[in-house]
Every structure is written in structure tokens, then in C-alpha cells.
């Protein structure tokens, strides 16, 4: 565990796929999931792609090349690249073994750095190959639920816009073609289990770019946190179907494969393409309110 920590805030992240595994207050409070038997993660990185694939195979060139859901990053060790205090970063690079599942050259960046409540966490693909590299990318961390010292209570979710539009659903991981009707009142999600019975709950044209989830009918300090996205264009919500202590929060470039498309890689929708030499940056962050 590499440990990165200010006055307020403390975080531990593993090289193991470069995941945060904690995420406490001054206090020692634990805001985030402890990858119980319900959901063995805390906060995976979901690369080179997000979701399912149809048959978990990617498709190029003629070839089929394996390809579990979310990506095989999360299962990869990462090499740490800078430590400090309060910060650290961490590099993925292709080699062998991942050409195996996943014929392209890339470069995976992460840096995370606090400060006061704030945990930062940036993103940066970069494209180190002579032929184009298409990908998806994304983050899927789980906060705990009910926050720490709030159970019992009701919690929400305030989004920083209203959010009208149609939400999409899964079935079996694969994105369902008919858009549902948002269960967003306004800028208000109000959180249930139930919400979660048919999966993952997918914002793919959000207008906002933060989002506040807090305990409700108590006191506001100390009961929430506010999570936003930069670089991101989708939004994903996910609890384990049939209740569990957590919500997952999740910024994606990309999502899982139409039901029924099960075509060539570079063609998937979603995706990110970046040119030899290219970028992509985005990132997200979690402050405790």
C-alpha cells in the first residue's frame, strides 16, 4: 500500500491495478467500501474497456483476442512512478502478455494527490504506437452506504444540473437499445436498492459534472461528500442487485457493447480513438463535505 495523506484526509492506493483502497477522515472514519465478499473491490480501474464485450471477445483485424468485463487493468501491477506526502502516480504500459487480449500500444498514467478533504485522482492514455489506439476508460469506485455515522438515514444524490434525460440499463452487460425514463426528480436521486434490481443505472448524456451524496435528516458536516468528473462524458451508478453497503459512483469514456453488435473492435461505440503520439486526459474527484 502506498500511503498519501493531509490534515484531513488519508488514502491508501495498492499497485495492484492501481486501486484506492481507503479513503478516511481525520476522525478515521472509512468513507470507502471495504471490498467485502458482496463486491471483492473498493475502486477498480476499468480499462481498455468499459463493461462487457459481446462473448467477452474483442474483435480486430480478423482475429478475436479474450476480453473480460471492465478490462484487464484492474488485475495488472502498475509501476509506481512518483511518491511524496501527498501524492503518487502510477504507469501501465503494453507488453506480451496484454497484446494477448488487446493488440495496441498504450501508456496508462495515474496520479493521485490530496489536499485537505480532497482526493484527486487524474487519468492520462497516451498513444506511444505507430498505429492508431482505440480504447475506453474509466473509474469505478465504491463509497460506503449508509456513509459513516449516518445509518439509519436516508441518502440522496444532488446532481449540480437537472437531469432530465432518459437513462440506459443492461441486460445480461450488454447496453439495452431503448432508453428508460430517468428516475432523477430534477437535480434529486433519492437512493433505494431497488433502484439497482435491473443494474447498473447509466447517465450516457449527463449534464452535470459533480454530484453530492449525502445522509439526509441530520446534521450536514461530516455526512457526505461531494464527487466530480472532468474529461469524462458518461456517468454510471451501480450497487450490487439485492442490496449491499455500497454505491458505486463512476466517470467512463465508453460504456458496454450494444446488445446485439458484436463487431469490429475499432468500430464500438464509445470508444476513444487516439492518434500515434495522442492524449487522453480526464479525471474525477472526491471531497468530504
Known amino acids: 500500500m502506498i500511503q498519501i495523506a493531509s490534515d484531513a484526509l488519508t488514502a491508501a492506493i495498492k499497485p495492484e491495478g492501481a486501486e484506492l483502497c481507503r479513503l478516511r477522515d481525520a476522525a478515521g472514519r472509512e468513507f470507502l467500501w471495504n471490498a467485502g465478499p458482496a463486491w471483492p473491490r473498493h475502486a477498480p480501474v476499468l480499462f481498455p474497456i468499459v463493461g462487457r464485450l459481446a ?88 463509497f460506503r ?58 447517465l450516457d448524456q449527463p449534464h452535470s459534472r459533480a454530484v453530492e451524496y449525502r445522509a439526509e435528516g441530520g446534521p450536514r458536516g461530516g455526512s457526505g461528500l461531494r464527487f466530480a468528473f472532468t474529461g469524462f462524458p458518461h456517468l454510471g451508478l451501480w450497487s450490487k442487485p439485492g442490496g449491499a453497503d455500497f454505491l458505486c459512483i463512476e466517470p467512463w469514456q465508453g460504456f458496454a457493447s450494444p446488445l446485439g453488435w458484436d463487431g469490429e473492435f475499432t468500430d464500438k461505440p464509445g470508444l476513444v480513438t487516439l492518434p500515434p503520439g495522442g492524449e487522453f486526459r480526464a479525471g474525477w474527484s472526491v471531497e468530504l463535505l
Open 55 to 142: 462473448g467477452d471477445g474483442l474483435n480486430h483485424a480478423g482475429r478475436r483476442y479474450p476480453m473480460r468485463q471492465h478490462g484487464f487493468a484492474r488485475d495488472r501491477t502498475f509501476t509506481l512512478i512518483d511518491q511524496a506526502p501527498d501524492r503518487c502516480a502510477f504507469r501501465l504500459t503494453d507488453g506480451a502478455e496484454t497484446h494477448a487480449a488487446y493488440p495496441f500500444a498504450f501508456a496508462l498514467d495515474i496520479h493521485y494527490a490530496v489536499a485537505g478533504g480532497r482526493l484527486s485522482a487524474d487519468y492520462r492514455l497516451s498513444n506511444p504506437g505507430p498505429e492508431p489506439l482505440p480504447a475506453s476508460l474509466g473509474a469505478h469506485p465504491a
Open 145 to 202: 452506504w449508509p456513509l459513516p455515522g449516518a445509518e439509519g438515514r436516508p441518502h440522496a444524490l444532488s446532481f449540480e444540473s437537472d437531469e432530465p434525460a432518459p437513462i440506459r440499463r443492461l441486460q445480461d452487460g450488454l447496453l439495452l437499445p431503448e432508453p428508460q425514463p430517468s428516475p432523477i426528480e430534477g437535480r434529486r436521486l433519492a437512493l433505494s436498492p431497488a433502484l439497482f434490481e435491473a443494474d447498473a443505472m447509466i
